[in-house]
Nanobody, 123 residues
Framework: VQLQASGGGLVQAGGSLRLSCAAS????????MGWFGQAPGKEREFVAA????????YYADSVKGRFTISRDNAKNTVYLQMNSLTPEDTAVYYC?????????????????WGQGTQVTVSS
């Protein structure tokens, strides 16, 4: 599976961005999908995940109520809507696919990764 993330950029605090991740695999719906963020000098951290059907979603405590993960299986695409952004959200964001159809919190469960897209939030 090849994943292509896009939608990052520079935004002021309080602003919004929507990240997209397009997958090459036609059987996209079998994969749980996740978004992870990696700030400079830090480890990659879980942000959000969604099951293959889209029925179940999971979020890091730091983004609950601000970020929304969704997917369109007809378009082989997963999204991350990011609202009320703060400078602490600044990171490179990666999308990833896992054979665990329910999704996972753990990077080790994801076999396929996109190239990352930079999100920078200015104060």
């Amino acid at each position: 599976v090849q994943l292509q993330a896009s939608g990052g950029g520079l935004v002021q605090a309080g602003g919004s961005l929507r990240l997209s991740c397009a997958a090459s695999q036609r059987t996209f719906s079998v994969y749980g999908m996740g978004w992870f963020g990696q700030a400079p000098g830090k480890e990659r951290e879980f942000v959000a995940a969604i099951s293959g059907s889209g029925a179940s979603t999971y979020y890091a405590d730091s983004v609950k109520g601000r970020f929304t993960i969704s997917r369109d299986n007809a378009k082989n695409t997963v999204y991350l809507q990011m609202n009320s952004l703060t400078p602490e959200d600044t990171a490179v964001y990666y999308c990833a696919a896992t054979w665990k159809s329910g999704g996972s919190y753990y990077p080790r469960d994801y076999a396929y990764w996109g190239q990352g897209t930079q999100v920078t939030v200015s104060s």
